[in-house]
């Protein structure tokens, strides 16, 4: 098991920055690939970003390229995402995750996550 903690989000005003981090614990954290999902009232999961488990090879969602960065601290079994120039379209609930890196799913599916935590409250003012 992997026990996933996300902090980190809040009330911004559109423009402005956040950083959320997701803590891990329970198994070893650099076994694992991390992804940022969110959701906004009345839609689906989406993909936001992920990080290979060596931090060498990332990804983002075109709607988030050039605004939001992912990074991991294997030492501190800790993965953030760094959200700049944020929008009101940006207002979602988001979920930290981890997929096995054993496992060749793509990464920016929901269902190639294992453990997810419970999710940060992030809305956008405009």
């Known amino acids: 098991q992997v ?41 689906e999961r989406e993909f936001v970003s992920a990080i290979r488990w060596g931090g060498d090879n990332t990804y983002y969602a075109d709607s988030v390229k050039g ?20 929008e009101a379209e940006d207002t979602a609930v988001y979920y930290c995750s981890a997929k096995s890196r054993l496992v060749s799913l793509d990464l920016s599916r929901p269902s190639a996550y294992a453990y997810w935590g419970q999710g940060t409250q992030v809305t956008v003012s405009s």
Do not use: H
């Not at 650099?30 to 940022?36: A, E, K, R, V």
């Not at 294997?74 to 959200?83: D, E, G, P, S, Y």
């Open 67 to 86: 605004r939001f960065t992912i990074s991991r601290d294997n030492a501190k079994n800790t993965v953030f995402l760094q959200m700049n120039s944020l």
């Open 3 to 43: 026990q996933l903690v996300e902090s980190g989000g809040g009330l911004v005003q559109d423009g402005g920055s956040l950083r959320l981090s997701c803590a891990a614990s329970g198994r070893t954290f650099n076994n694992y690939d991390m992804g940022w999902f969110r959701q906004a009232p009345g839609k």
